[in-house]
């Protein structure tokens, strides 16, 4: 049986049993006499449960094979208690107001069609009348079937308040359904994958947040990753607050239009494609307040572009900057003749109050960059293994009360311990540091004694120190 000869029945797939059973007297079955109001609260109850289990996949931080529990949601089940729960669950339009679809394994689904799973689908989306909804959908690699369940999915676009939406492959012909306005959406992710079309949101007033992703994030195949787009998404830039990118960004211009679009109140955190970076004829100015750059070490290695990526750019607002090229060398080289233009054009003196560096860089370039911020508040630092830059001369900058009045908190990552007892302490007696305000975080053999046996000592003046193999 193909999935175009399944016919479609009034009950539904997972549970059409149901209704053959009635409901017992209240002395029989105490439930029966709990209104179905309450009973509809407890069972929201249940359901938020799912919903965070679905937050909690969507961040990143669930594993993959935690994916199989997050396609089997509590409704169905509750709904088989019997013919009161049933009828509660589906007369309950909030509960249906979180929908997961992940297509990618229904192939392996065997007793059910793939256009039953797809009807499905479009009935729990009904379900939830007219409430806004939070879509997570992975369209899988069935060209057929993905257009249908993503015209399925965009057929309700208006009440869409959360979209997750990984595009992993659709036919070459298809042609995205005419989309209006987006009142209610607040927060988008969306995975690409090369070829496929990017859904235009451009009329979403709510929308803050947007992440940006190349489908391969999802899968795990970071050897194949691929440039993210040559064109800058249909997204009103204008008033995104907060945007996250780990797909690769090719090149200076598509990441200075698109960091250029941003309000002055976001925070951005773009991955970049450095092999295929180069400089801008002039620096474009971007008005944001924290700024991320990151690359991939399988993107490739061309350690001068760095240099290029602040030669392409002048960010007079910026209060916190970050800069991580990976824990590898050759990613990401410091310039700091380009750094010092960079700052100078961009006056961070006066306003830069936070730098995380991770990239290889001289102890000398560090303590140049440092003493050239005043205002500075926090510092975050990583060595880059075999490379020494934290030794005594820079825990002495970082000591300096002169050099950085300001300074407040203090990270030494991935240190190999090449500073002194009479450094650190020094740092830590030099100013009142806020709570955890010098974290030192030890890693790699050999380990100098004393942090174990001085963390008491450490500890009174503010110094917490992290014994990790991998910081």
């Known amino acids: 049986m193909s999935d175009e000869d399944y016919s479609d029945s009034s009950d539904d797939w997972f549970c059409p049993y149901i209704g053959r059973y009635e409901v017992p007297p209240a002395a029989c079955c105490p439930i029966a006499s709990v209104p179905r109001e309450i009973l509809g609260i407890v069972f929201e109850e249940v359901q938020s449960i799912y919903e965070e289990q679905l937050e909690y996949h969507n961040n990143g931080s669930a594993k993959k094979w935690e994916m199989d529990e997050l396609q089997k949601p509590g409704l169905f089940v509750i709904s088989q208690v019997c013919r009161t729960w049933y009828q509660v ?19 392996e689904i065997k007793t059910i069609p793939s256009a039953a799973l797809l009807r499905l689908v479009i009935r729990n989306l009904d379900r939830s009348g007219g409430l806004p909804i939070s879509l997570y959908v992975k369209t899988g690699r069935n060209k057929k079937v993905a257009a249908k369940l993503l015209s399925a999915c965009l057929a309700h676009h208006g009440r869409f308040q959360m979209l997750s939406v990984d595009i992993c492959s659709l036919p070459s012909t298809y042609q995205l359904p005419t989309i209006g306005a987006f009142p209610v959406l607040e ?250 305000g010098i974290v030192v975080y030890v890693a790699r053999e050999p380990v100098r004694q004393f942090t174990k046996e001085m963390e008491p000592s450490l500890g009174k003046l503010g110094v917490d120190v992290l014994h990790n193999r991998y910081c």
């Open 187 to 436: 927060r988008v992710t969306i995975y690409y994958s090369n070829g496929s079309p990017l859904i235009p949101i451009d009329r979403a007033p709510r929308l803050r947040s947007v992440e940006l992703h190349d489908n391969y994030d999802s899968e795990y195949w970071h050897i194949y990753r691929i440039p993210f787009t040559e064109a800058v998404p249909v997204l009103p830039w204008n008033q995104i607050t907060a945007l996250e990118s780990t797909a690769h960004i090719s090149g200076a211009p598509l990441l200075t239009e698109i960091l250029s679009r941003l309000p002055a109140a976001a925070t951005a955190d773009v991955c970049l494609g450095f092999p295929s970076f180069r400089r801008l004829a002039s620096p474009v100015r971007i008005s944001i307040l924290t700024l991320k750059i990151g690359v991939h070490p399988e993107g490739g290695k061309r350690p001068d572009a760095l240099g290029d990526v602040f030669a392409s750019m002048t960010l007079p607002n910026i209060q916190s900057l970050e800069i991580s090229c990976t824990a590898h060398r050759d990613h990401g080289r410091w310039s700091n003749a380009e750094w010092s233009l960079l700052a100078a054009r961009s006056s961070f003196s006066t306003h830069l109050t936070s730098l995380s560096i991770l990239v290889e860089i001289s102890a000398q370039d560090l303590i140049a960059t440092l003493e050239s911020l005043p205002i500075l508040e926090t510092a975050s630092i990583q060595e880059l293994h075999p490379d020494i830059v934290l030794n005594d001369a820079v825990l002495r900058v970082l000591a300096d009360t002169k050099a950085l009045p300001k300074l407040t908190k203090v990270e030494l990552r991935n240190t190999c311990v090449h500073f002194t007892d009479d450094a650190l302490f020094a740092l830590a007696r030099s100013r009142t540091w806020q709570s955890n």
């Open 89 to 107: 669950v589906h007369g309950t339009p909030a509960l249906w107001t979180t929908v997961s679809v992940d297509a990618s394994i229904w192939s």
